[in-house]
């Protein structure tokens, strides 16, 4: 099955992106479709909300990696928001989970703004803060 929307909301150079459970239903890439259109459209930062997925599977994982290889084109990036566990630990088995930025709760993002909910999750390390500080200032204008 295709899914061919999901409920987003732009603002400026971001779009957050309501996945949840129904990207477990997505096998065909719609996902992924609409997040490179939203690049072409000028976006810079795209946050999902995975809260409510259950299974990584193989379309998906493409699509978030030829999706972060857009954004990196860019200067953009990608905000894994409310992602399950074992999503965080697959990409870490390939040593791709330091190419998204992670965020617990996408909650946070939506009341206090991105880069508020990044500075109280401590979703940066230390050695990281300063650079993407700097790169959130570039995209944000």
């Avoid at 390939?94 to 930025?101: I, N, Q, V, Y």
Wanted: aromatic share 8%.
């Amino acid at each position: 099955m295709k899914i061919k929307t999901y409920p987003l909301k732009r603002e400026r150079y971001t779009t957050y992106i309501q996945v949840g459970s129904a990207v477990d239903s997505d096998l065909q890439g719609g996902l992924e479709e609409i997040m490179l259109r939203e690049i072409e459209q000028g976006c810079r930062r795209i946050v999902l909300n995975l809260r409510g997925m259950h299974f990584l599977h193989s379309t998906l994982f493409a699509g978030l990696l030829n999706t972060w290889i857009h954004l990196q084109r860019v200067d953009g990036e990608l905000v894994l928001a409310g992602a399950p566990w074992f999503l965080r630990v697959a990409m870490g088995w390939f040593g791709l989970e330091s190419r998204f930025l992670w965020l617990n709760n996408p909650l946070v993002v939506r009341t206090t703004g991105l880069n508020s909910a990044i500075m109280a999750e401590g979703a940066l390390t230390e050695n990281g803060k300063r650079a993407e500080q700097e790169k959130l200032t570039r995209i944000i204008g």
